[in-house]
């Protein structure tokens, strides 16, 4: 049973244009998410979280959104550039049970100059 | 650098071979996780250490056993493996329950 579903395996955006990677999750008991990016033959890096007593978060070009009744996140990434392409892991804990991290299977994303 | 090592980051082991895969962290952080990505599946947590004391073991095959000597290392040694068990290993560490930071991955393939 699959409690983090990345249901996109991959995207295709133009340069400049928006990129939205979506997530959903099951366990209501998840209290932060968290998004990694990876390139092939590296290991996946920190990119932006949300805690679940927010709704939005922004970092530059990153903003995650969080809608805690639709059991829901988003990545927006904007404007997208050809750097940004990379397979997209959506992670969800609940942090008082430790850092055991429920990741999705990962979108690849491309972005076409 | 990311802060966290793996070596080796390639290797290739018959199913009678014994084998180690090593981390190591370089961020004073106290908890250390080894991780399977198999093809087209989600990351799967393997163990999770916490001033050195195994916290979790998610069910994983004897054939994996995780030794944490200090908060800065952990190895994974490999024994009897199956050939389903080819996939990229991954070590990670965090700061308690903070944001998880991964090393490059040790490619394994079990022939």
């Known amino acids: 049973d699959q409690q983090v579903k990345q249901n996109s395996p991959s995207l295709s955006v133009q340069e400049g244009r928006i990129s939205i990677l979506n997530c959903d999750y099951t366990?209501?008991?998840?209290?932060?998410f968290l998004w990694y990016k990876k390139y092939p033959a590296e290991g996946p890096t920190f990119l932006i979280s949300?805690?679940?007593?927010?709704d939005k978060n922004e970092d530059g070009r990153f903003t995650v959104f969080l809608n805690k009744s639709a059991k829901h996140l988003s990545l927006h990434i904007v404007p997208s550039q050809p750097g940004d392409s990379a397979v997209y892991f959506c992670?969800?804990?609940?942090?008082?049970?430790?850092?055991?991290?429920?990741f999705g299977a990962g979108t690849i994303l491309r972005v076409k100059s | 650098e990311t802060g966290v090592t793996q070596t080796p980051r390639h290797l290739v082991m018959g199913m009678t071979n014994k084998k180690s895969l090593k981390c190591e962290q370089h961020?004073?952080?106290?908890?250390m996780y080894w991780y399977k990505q198999s093809a087209k599946k989600p990351l799967e947590l393997m163990f999770v250490y916490n001033f050195k004391e195994q916290t979790e073991n998610n069910s994983v095959p004897s054939r994996f056993s995780p030794e944490c000597p200090n908060s800065s290392h952990l190895f994974l040694h490999l024994h009897t493996l199956q050939p389903e068990d080819s996939a990229l290993y991954l070590c990670?560490?965090?700061?308690?329950?903070?944001?998880?930071?991964f090393g490059q991955g040790t490619r394994l393939t079990v022939v």
């Open positions: 949300i805690s679940s007593i927010k």
């Open positions: 992670a969800a804990n609940r942090r008082e049970y430790g850092n055991k991290l429920v």
């Open positions: 961020l004073g952080h106290n908890a």
């Open positions: 990670a560490s965090s700061q308690s329950s903070g944001i998880a930071f």
């Open positions: 366990n209501s008991m998840f209290d932060y």
